[in-house]
């Protein structure tokens, strides 16, 4: 079977190969592959930026966003061939920490997870995989090709859970959402926020084109520049903030309103520095009675809490976030920039 490699830390080292397929062991969910979708990370991961092979390997094969079609599954698993399927990223640490121990490895305290086509455990751009039954996640069929969109889902259900959690330290009646970022994890955010009936406001640098149009179909407001979201500064009661900037990530917590709630869901680069009044900006949060927190990965039942969002929502407008798709033998030009671009996806080719 041909699988994607790249060794972790080299840059410019991806590459398709064949590699045997393993006999199925019958404990585990035999998956042919059928999309992987492209993010980010995976960018940072090629680029040599970070990654983890596993144990006594050189090499990880890429791939975390994950949808395959079951082949072969254990008797008595509740799986069955014809299944959809997703694969969990994270993986709890063999320790296993505290949170690890109780199925909240997305909140793992010691760093020893580990997690698919990113630390120490292969990813899922191959033809054919193995997956634990325990650690997939079954689609609905109805959803198709969309399942690929499960994981960037789970990350945003874990982020509304928490944002309601921390919004419930007192009475949390939210009306007013700014999210900054209309990629794909900020478009999820807005469907979920949508699906929670709230005023929904988007912000991000583009003026035309799909994300715009994405933004428009699900009948909320879109603003290109930050001067329009003026009349809301100060009464805006939830931020997710999706672009990981660091200039627009301080204006945001300077836009929040009264026991406001500002999720940071995206990943800045660093290496920049941004002049502050740190003090003000710390007033403000204490007497505003604010709450700034940082939202990652997700564990089972953010998984669970996103398929049901996904098949709650307009296949019509799902389909408006997969903008590209690429064989899995053309790998490279899912790397190749390329504009009005919302998510891109490799697709299997058996």
């Known amino acids: 079977m041909k699988a994607l490699f790249f060794t972790p830390h080299e840059p410019q080292s991806g590459h398709l190969r064949e590699i045997p397929l393993a006999p199925w062991n019958g404990n585990s969910l035999r998956v042919q592959m059928l999309a992987v979708g492209i993010c980010g990370t995976d960018k940072e991961l090629l680029k040599g930026t970070y990654g983890w092979a596993p144990p006594g390997e050189s090499e990880l094969i890429l791939g975390h966003e994950s949808l395959g079609r079951v082949l072969q599954a254990p008797p008595e698993s509740g799986w069955k061939p014809g299944d959809y399927v997703v694969g969990i990223v994270r993986h709890p640490d063999p320790v296993p920490c505290s949170n690890c121990a109780i199925g909240e490895w997305d909140m793992c305290r010691n760093g020893q997870y580990q997690e698919h086509g990113i630390k120490e455990l292969h990813g899922f751009c191959r033809e054919y995989y193995d997956l634990d039954p325990d650690m997939a996640v079954k689609v609905d069929s109805s959803l198709g090709e969309l399942g690929v969109l499960l994981e960037p889902a789970s990350i945003v259900a874990k982020a509304w859970e928490h944002i309601e959690e921390i919004g419930a330290r007192a009475l949390f009646q939210p009306h007013v959402v700014v999210i900054t970022g209309a990629g794909p994890i900020g478009l999820l955010a807005a469907l979920m926020a949508r699906q929670r009936n709230l005023d929904v406001h988007?912000?991000?640098?583009?003026?035309?084109?799909?994300?715009?149009?994405?933004?428009?179909?699900?009948?909320?407001?879109?603003?290109?520049?930050?001067?329009?979201?003026?009349?809301?500064?100060n009464h805006i009661d939830i931020v997710v903030e999706c672009t990981g900037a660091d200039s627009l990530v301080l204006e945001m917590m300077e836009y929040g309103g009264p026991n406001s709630v500002i999720c940071l869901a995206g990943v800045s680069s660093g290496g920049r520095s941004v002049k502050i009044d740190l003090g003000m900006l710390n007033r403000e949060l204490v007497l505003e009675n604010e709450a700034v927190f940082g939202s990652v990965n997700a564990n089972l039942r953010h998984y669970q809490k996103a398929a049901q969002s996904l098949k709650n929502a307009s296949p019509d407008w799902l389909r408006r976030l997969i903008t590209r798709r690429i064989p899995l033998s053309r790998w490279q030009e899912a790397f190749e920039p390329s504009p009005n671009q919302i998510k891109t996806i490799i697709v299997g080719e058996t």
């Open 202 to 233: 988007v912000l991000d640098r583009v003026i035309d084109g799909p994300k715009v149009d994405a933004v428009k179909a699900l009948g909320i407001k879109y603003h290109s520049d930050l001067s329009q979201l003026s009349d809301l500064k």
